[in-house]
C-alpha cells in the first residue's frame, strides 16, 4: 500500500515540472507521487548503463571498471567526454560514445539475450544497436526500475557477485556521515517530449531506501529539478536517518 503522508506530488507542482517519483523502503513502505506515471514505460536513456556496464563485464568486453578506453578524439562539446575512459569514469559521467562501443562489440544477439534474462523493462532492443535505449523501442517503468535497482542491491541479478559489486562501486554518488547514496542519471535528448530520470538508493543505518524519479524536461532547468525533487523527497520520507513523516 501507498503512502500519502509526505505530498511527493506537490514537490513537482512546486518546481513546475511534470512527473512523478516512487520510493520503496527496505522495512515495506512505499511512497508514491503520480500512481499512473509511475507503471508507465519510458525510455531509459542512461539509466540503461547500469546493466549495459553489467553485460560489459560479463561478456569480457572490458576486463574490470578501470580498463583504459581509448578517446577517439571526437570532441563531443562536452569536456568530461573528451579523454580516454574507463567503466567507472564512463558510468560516473554517462559518456555515451563509450558504451555506444560496447554495444557494438556485445552485439544484438548478446544484447538481446541479457535484457531478457533479466526481464529488464519491455525486453525490447528494437532500434539501433547502439542508441536503442535513447531512441529505440526499450521502455521501462519508474517501478520497474526499482525492481531492478532493489535485485542489484540484494546481489540477486544473473551475474557474478564481484561484477554486481564492481558496478555498485561505481555508482556512489554522494556519502555522508551517516549515509551512503548510489545514483545514476538518464536524460532522453533525442524524444519529445524529453524524459529526465533520477534512480538509485539510499542506505542509512537502519535502512535502504530505494527511488525513482522521471519527469518531463523542457529546459535545463527542468533537468535539475531530478535532483531537487528526489533530495527533498528522500528527505520528507526520512531517508537520511531523520524521523519518518506520518503517513
Known amino acids: 500500500m501507498a503512502e500519502q503522508g509526505a505530498d511527493l506530488g506537490r514537490l513537482f507542482q512546486d518546481s513546475g515540472v511534470d512527473g512523478a517519483v516512487i520510493i520503496h523502503s527496505s522495512t515495506g513502505e512505499e511512497f508514491v507521487s503520480g500512481p499512473e506515471r509511475v507503471d508507465r514505460g519510458f525510455l531509459p536513456a542512461s539509466t540503461f548503463k547500469i546493466l549495459h556496464a553489467l553485460i560489459v563485464l560479463d561478456t569480457g568486453v572490458v576486463a574490470n571498471e578501470d580498463e583504459i578506453i581509448a578517446w577517439d578524439g571526437v570532441d563531443r562539446g562536452y569536456e568530461p567526454w573528451n ?113 529526465g530520470w533520477l534512480v538509485g538508493w539510499v542506505e542509512n543505518s537502519r535502512e535502504v531506501w530505494f527511488f525513482a524519479t522521471n519527469l518531463d524536461i523542457g529546459t535545463r532547468e527542468d533537468a535539475q529539478m531530478r535532483f531537487t525533487i528526489t533530495m527533498n523527497a528522500l528527505e520528507r520520507v526520512g531517508a537520511f536517518n531523520e524521523s519518518a513523516i506520518s503517513p
Open 83 to 195: 579523454s580516454d575512459q574507463t567503466l567507472r569514469s564512463a558510468l560516473q559521467h554517462s559518456a555515451v560514445w563509450v558504451f555506444q562501443g560496447f554495444a557494438r562489440e556485445i552485439g544484438p544477439e548478446r544484447m538481446q539475450h541479457y535484457i531478457s534474462l533479466v526481464g529488464y523493462g519491455n525486453e525490447n532492443v528494437g532500434g539501433p544497436l547502439d542508441s536503442f535505449w535513447l531512441d529505440g523501442e526499450l521502455r521501462i517503468s519508474p517501478r520497474e526500475q526499482l525492481t531492478f535497482l532493489e535485485r542489484l542491491h540484494a546481489n540477486d541479478l544473473p551475474f557474478s557477485e564481484h561484477h554486481m559489486e564492481i558496478v555498485k562501486d561505481c555508482l556512489v554518488w554522494e556519502e555522508a556521515d551517516s549515509w551512503t547514496m548510489w545514483a545514476k542519471t538518464g536524460w532522453t535528448m533525442r524524444v519529445t517530449p524529453q524524459i
